[in-house]
């Protein structure tokens, strides 16, 4: 047998709000193995179908203020209504290490951050199938007053420009196809070679073992 061995991908995952990165996520950890996504802080109040330690790590401003001194984040923003988002290092290096892949739903600000400082870090920027789309499924989620929703809308026509600074793009119409998408690039980013740290081959004693070859074999015996 061949085998590569590779570290996990630490996978950036941006888009408007509503254009469906939750949902997308979702699928991608029920539906592949080795990957898990961090867990942010926010100083944002939970809703009410959101679990602690699931969704988020729910905190107050003064609690995250002490997080930042702390130096506790790979990187933090402020995002929607003055909140901060972050999300926490404790751990991540680790994780990746063990070959284990993470996704960062991240917005743009952080994005950027992650791309400074880990070059090697996966980019995907997730797009609605048009505004029109965008605005129904905000309000169809049905998470926001209809003053935040708008706010959100008016965010996502400057966080649509910002798509040329990932490495992939996903238009979210049909959700099976974005999915297919999205893991489809993470598998090929898998096969990089310049990812791959390392081929183990078998050894020729195993070869001979498994019928493949016989004990006398030469490399000059290869004949198609
Ligand atoms: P985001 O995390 O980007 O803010 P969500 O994943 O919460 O977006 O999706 C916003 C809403 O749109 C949710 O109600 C979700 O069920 C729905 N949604 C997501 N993808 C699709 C899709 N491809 N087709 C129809 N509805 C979708
Ligand atoms: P929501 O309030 O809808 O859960 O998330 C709002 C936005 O915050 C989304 O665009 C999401 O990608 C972003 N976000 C969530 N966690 C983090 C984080 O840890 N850092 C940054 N920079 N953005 C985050």
């Known amino acids: ?34 990957i ?53 290092k404790l751990k991540l290096d680790e994780t990746i290490n063990s070959g284990t892949s993470v996704i960062l739903n991240i917005d743009i600000q952080g994005a950027l951050k992650v791309k400074e400082k880990i070059k090697e870090a996966l980019f995907i920027f997730i797009m609605p199938p048009s505004m029109e789309v965008l605005k129904e499924r905000l309000i169809k989620r049905d998470t926001e007053t209809k003053d935040k929703i708008l706010e959100r809308f008016k965010t996502a026509y400057n966080e649509i420009n910002e798509y040329k600074k990932y490495n992939y793009i996903v238009v979210n119409d049909k959700l099976e196809d974005a999915v297919e998408k999205v ?11 310049d990812r791959i740290e390392d081929i183990y081959l078998n050894t020729k004693e195993e070869f001979i073992h498994e019928g493949l070859i016989d004990k006398e074999f030469k490399n000059d015996d290869i004949v198609i």
């Open 1 to 34: 047998m061949i085998k590569e061995k590779s570290k996990g991908l630490l996978i950036v995952i941006s888009g408007p709000s509503g254009a469906g990165k939750d949902t997308i996520c979702n699928k991608i950890i029920e539906g592949m193995k080795n």
């Open 36 to 88: 898990k996504m961090s867990i942010s802080m926010t100083s944002r109040e939970p809703r009410k179908n959101e679990v602690e330690g699931k969704d988020y790590y729910f905190v107050t401003k003064q609690e995250f203020e002490r997080a930042i001194k702390n130096d506790e984040f790979l990187e933090y923003a402020t995002v929607h209504d003055n909140q901060y988002y972050g999300t926490p």
């Open 183 to 193: 893991k489809s690039i993470i598998i090929a980013e898998k096969c990089r070679v």
